[in-house]
C-alpha cells in the first residue's frame, strides 16, 4: 500500500529503488526561477526538477487563473520525460510545508496515477537528518505516461458561486491571512476572497519544522473551521497550488475536497463577481 505521507528515513533506504522517482519541486511564489537554481545547487540523490509554472501548469490563458492545470498531453510528457510511469512511486518533496509537492501529487492524482507520495519535512528534513546530496544533472529512462483524468474533482468559478448559495457549502481559501482579509494583494487584480470563505492557511497543517501536525491535531483544525458539517468542501488558494495542499491535508484525514484550479486570480478578474474583505467574525 502507498502511503500518501513517508518520512525521510523511508526515502533513504528506499532512494535507490529503481521503482522509486524523487521528484523536487522547489518553487518560491515571487521568486519562479529560485527553486530550480536551489535545485540545481544541491538536490536528495536521483531527484529529478518539476517547476511549478513550466511543468505543473498550462500556459497562461489556457485555462482560468494564473497557473492553469496543464492539460492531458501535455501533464503526460511531462511524466515521461522524468521517467513517471505506469509502475513508479512519485516521492515528491519541496520547502517546509510542501505546497508545490501537493500540486504534483494531486495532478497525478488526478490523472489517474495514485503510487505518489509527499515527503513529510521535505528538503529541510533531509538535510536535518544528515542525509546524503548530490549537485548533479539527473536524467532517468524515459517512460509512458499514459493519463486518466478522474472527473468530480474541480470546480469552476459558477460552480462555486452556485455551491456558496446552497446550505452544507464550506469553502476553504488557502492564502495567507492578509491576502484574505484584502490587506495586501501582491499579484492579483482585486484584493480580498470569496463571500463566504473561512481564512484556512495552508501553514497551519504543518508544524515549526515543516512536518505535517499529527492527524489528531489536523482533525482538530479543521473541525474548528467547520468540515465535520459540511456536506462539500471546496479549497481555493491564489492560483490552484497552496490549495492542493488542503486538500492533501483532509485526504489524509479521509475527507475529500473539491479543488478551485483558478482560485481567486480567476475569481477576481471578472468585476461582476462579488468580493469580501476584512477578517472573519
Known amino acids: 500500500m502507498i502511503?500518501?505521507?513517508?518520512?525521510?528515513?523511508?526515502?533513504?533506504?528506499?532512494?535507490?529503488?529503481?521503482?522509486?522517482?524523487?521528484?523536487?519541486?522547489?518553487?518560491?511564489?515571487?521568486?519562479?526561477?529560485?527553486?530550480?537554481?536551489?535545485?540545481?545547487?544541491?538536490?536528495?540523490?536521483?531527484?529529478?526538477?518539476?517547476?511549478?509554472?513550466?511543468?505543473?501548469?498550462?500556459?497562461?490563458?489556457?485555462?482560468?487563473?494564473?497557473?492553469?492545470?496543464?492539460?492531458?498531453?501535455?501533464?503526460?510528457?511531462?511524466?515521461?520525460?522524468?521517467?513517471?510511469?505506469?509502475?513508479?512511486?512519485?516521492?515528491?518533496?519541496?520547502?517546509?510545508?510542501?505546497?508545490?509537492?501537493?500540486?504534483?501529487?494531486?495532478?497525478?492524482?488526478?490523472?489517474?496515477h495514485a503510487a505518489v507520495s509527499i515527503l513529510d519535512g521535505g528538503w529541510q528534513a533531509w538535510c536535518a537528518a544528515g542525509f546524503p546530496t548530490s549537485d548533479q544533472p539527473v536524467a532517468p529512462p524515459r517512460a509512458v505516461f499514459v493519463p486518466r483524468w478522474r472527473d468530480g474533482l474541480t470546480i469552476d468559478a459558477d460552480g462555486v458561486a452556485q455551491a456558496c448559495a446552497a446550505p452544507g457549502t464550506l469553502l476553504l481559501d488557502s492564502r495567507a491571512a492578509e491576502r484574505y482579509a484584502g490587506r495586501v494583494e501582491p499579484l492579483d487584480s482585486r484584493a480580498g476572497h470569496i463571500p463566504g470563505a473561512r481564512s484556512a492557511h495552508f501553514s497551519g497543517d504543518v508544524t515549526a519544522d515543516g512536518r505535517l501536525k499529527p492527524a489528531a491535531a489536523l482533525a482538530a483544525r479543521y473541525a474548528a473551521l467547520g468540515v465535520a458539517d459540511a456536506t462539500q468542501v471546496i479549497c481555493y488558494c491564489g492560483s490552484g497550488v497552496s490549495a492542493t495542499h488542503t486538500v492533501f491535508a483532509l485526504h489524509l484525514l479521509g475527507r475529500d475536497a473539491l479543488l478551485y484550479p483558478g482560485s481567486w486570480s480567476d475569481w477576481s478578474s471578472d468585476p461582476a463577481r462579488p468580493i469580501a474583505t476584512g477578517d472573519e467574525p
Open 3 to 112: 502511503e500518501p505521507l513517508v518520512s525521510v528515513d523511508w526515502l533513504a533506504a528506499h532512494c535507490d529503488d529503481p521503482r522509486v522517482r524523487i521528484v523536487d519541486t522547489r518553487w518560491y511564489l515571487l521568486e519562479p526561477q529560485r527553486g530550480a537554481a536551489e535545485y540545481g545547487g544541491s538536490h536528495i540523490p536521483g531527484a529529478v526538477y518539476l517547476d511549478v509554472a513550466a511543468d505543473l501548469s498550462g500556459p497562461p490563458g489556457s485555462g482560468p487563473g494564473r497557473h492553469p492545470l496543464p492539460d492531458a498531453d501535455a501533464f503526460a510528457a511531462t511524466a515521461s520525460r522524468v521517467g513517471i510511469g505506469a509502475d513508479v512511486h512519485v516521492v515528491a518533496y519541496d520547502l517546509p510545508g510542501g505546497m508545490a509537492a501537493t500540486r504534483l501529487w494531486w495532478l497525478l492524482r488526478a490523472y489517474g
